[in-house]
C-alpha cells in the first residue's frame, strides 16, 4: 500500500516504499514494533505503527486515516490500542513526531497527554518541513 500513495508518509515515503512485503510481515508479528489497522466494510480505513527506539522507549509512527473516514474517532481508536500494544512489552515512553502544521493531529496527541519537547528540521530531495517532537509518559520508571 505503501507504494501506491506516497501521501500516506511525507517525508518518510522514499524509505517506506522500499520495505519489501515479507519485511512489513515480519513487523506486523513483532510485539515491539507494532502495526495495527482499521477496517470499516471490510475496507481499509486506517493505520497505525510503533517501534521501539531504545529498551523502554517505543516511537509512534505512520498514523493515518483515509480522509473520508477523518473526525470519526478512528484515529483515537487507534491510538489508545497501539498505546496499548505498547505498554504490555513494558514500554515507558512514547515518542512521536508530527508535521509542525498538523493542528488537529496536534490535538489529537495532546488529548492523549502528548507534550511538544522540541523541534526537528528535516529535509527531502523536494523540500525542507519541520516536525515537532511529542512525548508521553506511560509507566513510572
Known amino acids: ?13 522514499e524509505k517506506d516504499a522500499q520495505i519489501s512485503d515479507l519485511s512489513w510481515k515480519k513487523r506486523l508479528a513483532d510485539l515491539c514494533h507494532p502495526l495495527l489497522f482499521a477496517q470499516k466494510h471490510k475496507q481499509f480505513v486506517g493505520m497505525i505503527g510503533a ?18 473516514e477523518r473526525r470519526k474517532g478512528i484515529a ?7 498505546l496499548q500494544k505498547i505498554k ?40 525542507i518541513y519541520e516536525e515537532f517532537l511529542m512525548e508521553r509518559q506511560l509507566l513510572k520508571q
Open 76 to 82: 483515537s481508536l487507534l491510538l489508545e490500542s497501539i
Open 51 to 68: 517501534r521501539s527506539i531504545s529498551p523502554l522507549i517505543a516511537q509512534i509512527v505512520s498514523l493515518y486515516v483515509i480522509p473520508a
Open 1 to 13: 500500500m505503501a507504494q501506491e500513495d506516497e501521501h500516506i508518509y511525507p517525508g518518510a515515503y
Open 88 to 127: 504490555t512489552v513494558g514500554m515507558i515512553k512514547t515518542q512521536l513526531r508530527v508535521n509542525i502544521f498538523a493542528k488537529p493531529a496536534i490535538r489529537l496527541y495532546e488529548r492523549f497527554d502528548f507534550e511538544i519537547v522540541g523541534k526537528i528540521v528535516n529535509s527531502t530531495s523536494e523540500s
